[in-house]
């Protein structure tokens, strides 16, 4: 009978000690790793992970207020929800507001799946396909929409989600792939979205490893937020909501934070015109962005007006634009380095599975 060893616990910490530090592909999620996006209905959590995915095949040094490391990655998206011809019309959209770099980028780098893949993964054959795919594509990133086409059974039933986790873990963990599947939440959206929100059983809570929400404000001033709601490598942010809109390009702007529990408190106004929408303020931080992404760290206010205010597509007036500015630096989206010189203000880097 062969002796069974026993693993000393100190052993193994030197055996990870001499592995490599985690790298972090965008706020929490590390590479080689498997987490969620979850929404209610129409939350706009497919075009999120479009928007990423678009963001990190071309290179963009950030994405949704938190910084990218700027190098054009493969990746796959695998569309088993959305009828092709939907995803394609609203993905041609997202390509408009790229440059011809970007879209040379995108072209090499960005795969998906055609109108003839299978829309359900019902048995282990469909998994094998899956993997098979996967593999074909030699992306290093793996969006998934959804989880839910890939249950054979009801999702809220413990035995049908550990038969899920095992199959994933079977197929395509071996893989070394990110993955990032899309997933839809429970009904309810009284409170704050919190790990009771994401439908299905405990195994498939325990089982992944970030899960990241999306929700309509149930109140009168309405909106939309993004939120932490579990993450086993970095600590969870469980107040912060980070506010969004979609524009007519289909892309997701992040327009600041709040406290996701105050949103659901119609007595608290959110801010004095009560608008998240703030037209002004958008164009300043996206021309900021732009500069960014171009590689310039810090916008002056000269550039700034000469393109806003003074410019042939004029949008606002001097004191439109100061005021808007002003504002943008009292919520923290612009620091003042100098006079008359701006940096944005993304979220800091995580590096070794702490926030800088």
């Known amino acids: 009978m062969k002796k069974i060893k026993v693993k000393k616990l100190i052993d193994l910490i030197n055996e990870v000690e001499k592995e490599p530090q985690p790298k972090f592909i965008w706020k929490g999620i590390p590479e080689n790793s498997a987490g969620l996006i979850v929404g209610h209905p129409k939350a706009g959590k497919t075009t999120l992970a479009e928007n990423l995915a678009i963001s990190l095949s071309i290179g963009r040094k950030s994405f949704f207020g938190s910084v990218l490391d700027g ?4 990746v796959l ?3 088993l929800e959305e009828p092709y011809k939907l995803r394609a019309r609203r993905n041609k959209l997202q390509l408009s507001s790229l440059n011809e770099k970007e879209i040379e980028h995108f072209s090499n780098n960005f795969d998906t799946t055609g109108k003839d893949f299978i829309e359900f993964i019902n048995d282990e054959n469909d998994w094998k396909v899956l993997r098979d795919y996967i593999k074909a594509s030699e992306a290093k990133i793996v969006f998934i929409d959804s989880l839910t086409s890939m249950f054979e059974g009801k999702i809220e039933d413990s035995n049908t989600g550990r038969k899920f986790t095992q199959l994933f873990s079977k197929y395509l963990k071996p893989l070394n792939k990110t993955y990032i599947l899309i997933h ?3 009904k309810s959206n009284e409170k704050p979205m919190e790990p009771s929100n ?9 089982y992944f490893e970030y899960i990241y929400g999306m929700s309509e404000v149930p109140s009168e001033e309405g909106g939309y937020y993004f939120c932490d709601i579990q993450n086993k490598h970095v600590e969870k942010d469980s107040t912060s909501a980070m506010m969004y809109r979609c524009n007519s390009a289909r892309w997701m702007e ?3 934070k709040e406290n996701k529990y105050i949103l659901y408190n119609d007595k608290v106004k959110r801010n004095v015109d009560g608008r998240y929408d703030d037209t002004n303020e958008n164009l300043i931080y996206d021309f900021a962005l732009k500069q960014y992404n171009q590689g310039n760290t810090y916008t002056s206010t000269s550039t700034m007006i000469a393109e806003l205010v003074n410019g042939d597509n004029k949008v606002m007036s001097h004191d439109t634009f100061h005021k808007a500015k002003n504002k943008l630096i009292k919520k923290g989206r612009l620091e003042k380095k100098a006079r008359g010189e701006f940096k944005i203000v993304l979220k800091p880097e995580i590096e070794n599975g702490e926030r800088k």
């Open 71 to 74: 190098i054009p990655k493969k």
């Open 77 to 79: 998206f695998v569309g």
């Open 184 to 186: 839809h939440t429970t």
């Open 198 to 206: 994401v439908a299905g059983s405990r195994v498939i809570l325990q």
């Open 254 to 256: 992040y327009l600041g």
